[in-house]
């Protein structure tokens, strides 16, 4: 069975901080720091769309200090992780998680291997998780990327999985928005919906 694409409310029904902790769960993972960033910009000026919450993350993101700043990049699941029955939704779809019981052929087998040491590696050295906006691209590709980007500084690998981050969080709004499971204002009784934009994708090698 596929993986479905998660919906979400109409921005004019978020309300409280229960609904962000649910928006971010979505768009970027579990990120109590952002959610609650977001939900108190929002009680000082109600957001119009979800472009607007994303761009307010962004701004967030970067004045957070270090400790929450790792926990909001850290949120995401690390790619080519074996175990994917914890995935979100989305997750499941960028990995290209069809079917929890699919069998795994020999070169996946491999891939995976290479990615797990790939990923121990990466947060040995840098502290935090290789994020990356997959678009697409099967994870043998991605591997090469991900060595090239061990010689990066630490401060230029979180400044690109950041940008990685909120690049995932425009594509799934836009997949959200094709899909029709953003609420509209007759849905909700409230502000128009956003409408469907092309993101600035932004794909770090």
Known sequence: MPVSIPSLPNTSSLKTLEDFTETVGVLFEPAPPLAKGLFDAHTETPFKDYRSIISEAKKLIQNMNQQDKLQVIDAHPRIGQKNTKKLSNFSKIEQGVKEETKTISPEEEKVLEEFTKLNADYEQKFGFKFIIFVNGRPKK???PVGRRR???????????GIQAMLDIALDRLSKIEKAGKLATDT???????????TCKLCVIS
């Open 187 to 197: 849905d909700t009784g409230g502000a128009s919906t956003a409408t469907a934009t």
């Open 150 to 160: 061990m010689q990066n500084s630490k401060d230029s690998e979180l400044e690109t």
């Open 141 to 143: 590709d991605l591997l």
